[in-house]
């Protein structure tokens, strides 16, 4: 007589085991996924340079707006092309911010502010951007970003570094004049972590900045609103001839 006997072997008690950790690979895989597909908060922060509320208002003195100014386009060091706001953390090392970015590109950034600043100043009557060889200007100027960062000390205080040197360049018909100067910013204490701040900072340097560029101005246009009415309004002698 045969004995039929059941073999407890581990497939005949778990015979749907490989298709149950298939399935739960897959859902795990699904559920990882939606994870990565949910939308996430971006923690960039853009920032602008401003022009400051005393360069809103043109000066009012006894003296006349007359010059045409060019604003040639901003030369600046590569590195400062960056989106990135800058800061330096040594002597020969730089930390480009993550997440804390331009609003626009830093040249024109500051051409633009420099712009407002200039035309505050009783001796300008216009500023053109990006000017070239324009002969109906007074002069043009060309303008050399050294440094516009921050940096950062170990002890975590920081400073910002605002530096510039310029050329105005007098249009004339025979000759052109040229007048250099240029701009460092003094000791301008940062927090060292608020990038706020240090858009605020650099921007009161640019004001200065300004100011130290209009002085270097001529005084005069090439024709003074006073020259052009003495050339239009006629002599006496002709105004005799013609009785």
């Given at each position: 007589m045969q004995t039929n006997q059941t073999t407890n072997s581990p497939n005949r008690m778990f015979p749907h085991r490989p298709i149950h950790l298939l399935l739960g690979l897959l859902a795990a895989a699904f559920l990882a996924g939606c994870s990565f597909l949910r939308p996430?908060?971006?923690?960039?922060r853009f920032y602008v340079l401003t022009v400051l509320p005393a360069?809103?208002?043109?000066?009012?003195?006894?003296?006349?707006s007359q010059l045409k100014i060019g604003l040639k386009a901003v030369e600046m060091p590569a590195?400062?092309?960056?989106?990135?706001?800058?800061?330096?953390t040594g002597t020969n090392e730089i930390h480009f911010?993550?997440?804390?970015?331009?609003?626009?590109p830093l040249d024109q950034g500051i051409s633009q502010v420099m712009k407002e600043n200039l035309i505050a100043s009783h001796k300008v009557a216009s500023v053109t951007l990006?000017?070239?060889?324009?002969t109906t200007l007074d002069c043009e100027v060309v303008i050399r970003i050294l440094a516009c960062e921050g940096v950062r000390e170990e002890n975590g205080t920081g400073s910002i570094r605002f530096a510039?040197?310029?050329?105005?360049?007098?249009?004339?018909?025979?000759?052109?004049?040229?007048t250099r100067g240029g701009f460092t910013s003094g000791a301008v204490a940062w927090?060292?972590?608020?990038?706020?701040?240090?858009?605020?900072?650099?921007?009161?340097?640019?004001?200065g900045a300004s100011t130290a560029l209009a002085a270097d101005l001529p005084m005069e246009a090439k024709t003074s609103p006073q020259a052009a009415l003495e050339i239009i309004k006629p002599s006496e002698s002709q105004l005799e001839t013609d009785r």
């Open positions: 996430q908060d971006d923690p960039t360069a809103t208002e043109r000066h009012t003195t006894g003296e006349s590195y400062l092309r960056s989106r990135s706001m800058v800061v330096r911010a993550a997440f804390d970015w331009w609003a626009e990006n000017s070239h060889g324009d510039t040197m310029w050329e105005v360049q007098t249009v004339e018909t025979n000759s052109m004049a040229t927090d060292g972590k608020t990038y706020a701040q240090l858009a605020e900072r650099l921007s009161e340097a640019i004001a």
